[in-house]
């Protein structure tokens, strides 16, 4: 019998981890990862895992062919155990009813399907979403304000939409501990028997921030000095630059929130966690709005200016960066950190970059 592993995320909860492993045991597990709609993720700190899926993203229209391109290719490969991961099956399609509709009509066809994946704490889920949009150019979050929550943060609800919907799927939702737990759990989720291989090191990808670097960052977000879409780039290249100051590289990691948002999260989101409880079966005492249960986290520990002396210390390592890369997003960056350096001076700047891209951001050199 054909059966298809379906990996839904949620975001947050060590995807890239599991992929970056799945990219390094390659045909040695009995399971074959499914080419069609898969790509690289590049935006990663020390890898390229194979990563998202069209296949959770495409829109509606475009869905049923993409999937008929899948039971085509399982249908002649010569495994019968398929994998499909993509993160952003939560965020697109499992809080939409129709878009769960199309999902399951999709995978009807399939012998049999077994969907899984991890739930995060929503206060936790949201402040490592504050952190990674930061990092892909987004203005940082105001302490003052209630944290904006994504659709998937309402579990009971996405879950409902594949109860309601996944009739004859085999469902294996679990609560989310930390990236290094999910390894094991995963080869358990795609029947690969316990202690079969030897997994490889934890690897370092889309890790934390550091409270200094996640203030530097909205910083250079703040300044504006290129269109959202180039920014991704820029901050890949600020945490390559960061790898060489010890302070940014190894400090506390940045926590975006208080104890008190966090606790307001909690609240909010306690009807649809009692949900959770009540009908998916759940044990939420780690969800419980409770002070004990939200001072166990750090607290709020970003500063509202960035620390000069580290903001000095990054301008050779950019230098150095914009010598290697030579890139318009190279240049951004180094133009950045010398505004937040000494703002409108540029002395000396001029020899470390190509003329065409100083030209092209207009450079007071």
């Known amino acids: 019998m054909q059966t298809l592993y379906l990996h839904i995320g949620w975001r947050k909860t060590g995807s890239s981890a599991i992929q970056h492993y799945l990219t390094e045991a390659g045909s040695s597990l009995g399971v074959a990862l499914v080419p069609v709609g898969m790509r690289a993720q590049t935006l990663v700190r ?18 049923a062919e993409l999937w008929k391109q899948v039971a085509d290719y399982t249908r002649s490969a010569a495994s019968a155990r398929h994998l499909v991961t993509s993160e952003l099956f939560s965020k697109d399609i499992l809080p939409y009813r129709e878009r769960a509709r199309l999902l399951a009509e999709n995978l009807s066809g399939f012998g049999r399907v077994r969907v899984f994946g991890w739930l995060r704490r ?36 996405a879950l409902d939409n594949l109860c309601d919907h996944l009739a004859g799927a085999d469902l294996c939702i679990g609560e989310y501990q930390s990236a290094g737990s999910l390894e094991r759990e995963f080869l358990d989720r795609i029947d690969e028997p316990a202690g079969a291989r030897a997994l490889p090191p934890p690897a370092r990808i889309n890790e934390g921030v550091s409270a200094a670097l996640y203030g530097i960052q909205a910083r250079l977000n703040a300044l504006r000095l290129t269109r959202p879409a180039n920014l991704p780039r820029v901050q890949m290249l600020l945490l390559r630059a960061a790898r060489g100051v010890a302070q940014l590289d190894q400090g506390p990691k940045a926590v975006p929130i208080t104890h008190q948002q966090r606790l307001a999260i909690l609240q909010r989101l306690a009807p649809s966690n009692e949900r959770l409880a009540s009908r998916h079966g ?38 150095r960066l914009h010598g290697e890369v030579g890139t318009a997003a190279s240049a951004i960056l180094l133009k950045g950190l010398c505004e937040m350096q000494a703002p409108r001076t540029f002395i000396g700047l001029g020899r470390w970059m190509n003329p065409m891209l100083t030209n092209r951001l207009s450079l007071p050199l």
Request: aromatic content about 8%; hydrophobic content about 45%.
């Open 122 to 157: 929503q206060d936790d889920y949201a402040a490592s979403l504050m952190v990674q949009s930061l990092k892909h150019g987004f203005p940082a979050h105001d302490a003052g304000r209630d944290v904006p929550l994504p659709p998937d943060a309402h579990y009971a609800e």
């Open 282 to 319: 759940f044990d939420i005492t780690n969800f419980a709005p409770t002070k004990a249960n939200v001072e166990r986290y750090p607290a709020f520990n970003i500063a509202t200016v960035p620390d000069p002396v580290l903001v000095e210390a990054l301008v050779p390592e950019a230098r």
């Open 46 to 63: 020390d890898a390229s895992p194979l990563a998202h899926h069209a296949l959770a993203t495409t829109k509606a229209a475009k869905m």
